[in-house]
């Protein structure tokens, strides 16, 4: 889901104002999320990027779906 300040500047807007908000909330959350900490472990560091980066991908296409 996303951030509530990014559903309060959605709140009203053309479809275009409302996809940029979201999916600026989705970028961020996304680029956050992938900001992980190196463990060591190659592989599980790369899933941990991974996870909220593929996370994001549908967060953003769900906004296109919505105001596209």
């Known amino acids: 889901t996303l951030c ?3 559903a309060a500047a959605t709140a ?3 479809d ?3 996809f940029m908000a979201e999916n600026d909330a989705a970028m961020t959350k ?3 999320g992938m900001a992980v ?4 472990d ?3 560091d790369f899933a941990a990027m991974m996870i909220p980066h593929h996370q994001g991908a549908i967060d953003m296409a769900m ?3 919505r105001h596209g």
């Not at 900490?37 to 060591?40: D, Q, W």
């Open 4 to 6: 509530a300040a990014a």
């Open 12 to 14: 009203s807007g053309s």
């Open 16 to 18: 275009a104002e409302k």
């Open 30 to 32: 996304m680029m956050d």
């Open 37 to 40: 900490k190196s463990s060591g």
């Open 42 to 44: 190659i592989d599980a």
């Open 63 to 65: 906004s296109e779906l």
